[in-house]
């Protein structure tokens, strides 16, 4: 039994990492932490998790830390883990971080998007977790950079087509819609109810910190330079994720070429459904999973593509893919923890 531990477990990400690792078969949840909460018992915190899981919040110690686990998830805001995770390395452990600190190859990139980075030596050794893209490479890896919810939603559908050569890498659009889960547990006007119920609204667009992210990965994947336009918008609801992404297919191909070229590439994966032309995907089917639901179509008219994406924000989005990453990197099953019934509404 590995002993794991948390830092920063009261956000939203950190609370679903609670939940699932406390119900994960191979792994015991020893410590969590919380800046603001030490000293609070989590249920105080989550009344839902009352007589379930009976920890309390400590302040971080890394001596405690590094006693307690052998495997540490990050889930902090960031800038925060890149001082953190080089002394949790340095002493052995294995670390997820769910920031975008460890996300980035390219140095420049990162700090163009965020800050100066305290820790680039580190960045090198550091793997990109989208699980079903890098596998071979999280399992050797000490620490994973967790990706962000819009980059894993519009990646997974697009990395195979644009690896395979099968579309236009400069005709790449992403439309996608969030629930207010996404901006995270503290306080923002943006995210008060009355800012949100009845509305619809874009946010940040063409200027949203996960483009670069994408960018970066799609780049890798068509082997050229490429930049997708990327539109994200706010929607009523607590989570749940749903990408449209549009782009040009080659010169002729074909609606089964690209079934084709997906299901091989996600053959064995078990997050990933591909769905078949008689429905589309939804968030309401995925919620509370660490499902990925991809479906598209093939626009006979303008031969464009449609692809659809969609996830939980809070699990294949950001918890249930880290503990995923946590799999990898121990040589458990990939599924361990990870496939509780899905909410059937």
Same mark, same amino acid.
């Given at each position: 039994?590995? &002993?794991?531990?948390?830092?920063?477990?009261?956000?939203?990400?950190? +609370? *679903?990492?609670?939940?699932?690792?406390?119900?994960?078969?191979?792994? *015991?949840?020893?410590?969590?932490?919380? &800046?603001?909460? +030490?000293?609070?018992?989590?249920?105080?915190?989550?009344?839902?998790?009352?007589?379930?899981?009976?920890?309390t919040?400590?302040?971080?110690?890394?001596?405690?830390?590094?006693?307690?686990?052998?495997?540490?998830?990050?889930?902090?805001?960031?800038?925060?883990?890149?001082?953190?995770?080089?002394?949790?390395?340095?002493?052995?452990?294995?670390?997820?971080?769910?920031?975008?600190?460890?996300?980035?190859?390219?140095?420049?990139?990162?700090?163009?998007?965020?800050?100066?980075?305290?820790?680039?030596?580190?960045?090198a050794?550091?793997?990109?977790?989208?699980?079903?893209?890098?596998?071979?490479?999280?399992?050797? +890896?000490?620490?994973?950079?967790?990706?962000?919810?819009?980059p !894993?939603s519009?990646l997974?559908?697009?990395v195979?087509l %644009?690896a395979?050569?099968?579309?236009?890498?400069? =005709?790449?659009?992403?439309?996608?819609?969030?629930g207010?889960?996404?901006?995270?547990?503290?306080?923002?006007? !943006? +995210?008060?109810?009355?800012?949100?119920?009845?509305?619809?609204?874009?946010?940040?667009?063409?200027?949203?910190?996960?483009?670069?992210?994408?960018?970066?990965?799609?780049?890798?994947?068509?082997?050229?330079?490429?930049?997708?336009?990327?539109?994200?918008?706010?929607?009523?609801?607590?989570?749940?994720?749903?990408? !449209?992404?549009?782009?040009?297919?080659?010169?002729?191909?074909?609606?089964? *070429?690209?079934?084709?070229? %997906?299901?091989?590439?996600?053959?064995?994966?078990?997050?990933?459904?591909?769905?078949?032309?008689?429905?589309?995907?939804?968030?309401?089917?995925?919620?509370? =999973?660490?499902?990925c639901?991809?479906?598209?179509?093939?626009?006979?008219?303008?031969?464009?593509?449609?692809?659809?994406?969609?996830?939980d924000?809070?699990?294949?989005?950001?918890?249930?893919?880290?503990?995923?990453n946590?799999?990898?990197?121990?040589?458990?099953?990939?599924?361990?923890?990870?496939?509780?019934?899905?909410?059937?509404?």
């Open positions: 039994m590995t &002993r794991v531990g948390v830092i920063g477990a009261t956000g939203y990400a950190g +609370a *679903e990492l609670v939940r699932i690792l406390w119900g994960h078969p191979d792994v *015991e949840l020893t410590v969590i932490t919380s &800046r603001q909460y +030490a000293g609070v018992c989590f249920d105080a915190l989550y009344p839902a998790m009352a007589g379930v899981v009976p920890l919040c400590e302040a971080y110690d890394p001596e405690r830390i590094c006693a307690q686990a052998e495997v540490v998830f990050t889930a902090l805001p960031h800038k925060l883990p890149m001082g953190i995770v080089p002394e949790l390395v340095a002493r052995g452990k294995k670390v997820i971080d769910l920031s975008a600190d460890f996300r980035f190859r390219e140095l420049a990139r990162y700090e163009a998007a965020y800050q100066p980075h305290s820790a680039p030596e580190l960045l050794a550091a793997v990109y977790g989208l699980c079903e893209v890098n596998a071979e490479q999280i399992a050797a +890896a000490r620490i994973v950079g967790n990706p962000g919810c819009y !894993t519009i997974l559908p697009l195979p %644009l395979g050569g099968l579309l236009d890498p400069q =005709t790449l659009v992403a439309d996608a819609k969030s207010v889960s996404g901006a995270g547990r503290g306080l923002s006007l !943006t +995210a008060h109810f009355c800012e949100v119920a009845e509305s619809f609204k874009a946010y940040k667009v063409a200027v949203h910190r996960h483009n670069p992210e994408m960018d970066e990965v799609l780049s890798r994947a068509a082997a050229q330079p490429v930049h997708l336009t990327f539109v994200p918008h706010l929607l009523p609801m607590s989570r749940g994720m749903l990408s !449209t992404i549009y782009a040009l297919p080659r010169e002729g191909v074909q609606a089964g *070429e690209i079934r084709a070229c %997906l299901e091989d590439f996600y053959a064995g994966r078990p997050f990933v459904r591909l769905l078949d032309d008689s429905r589309l995907p939804d968030t309401r089917n995925v919620r509370g =999973t660490n499902f639901d991809i479906g598209f179509r093939l626009d006979p008219h303008n031969r464009r593509l449609i692809l659809m994406g969609a996830i924000n809070l699990v294949k989005g950001a918890a249930g893919q880290a503990v995923q946590m799999n990898l990197m121990l040589g458990l099953a990939e599924t361990a923890g990870l496939m509780a019934a899905p909410y059937p509404l």
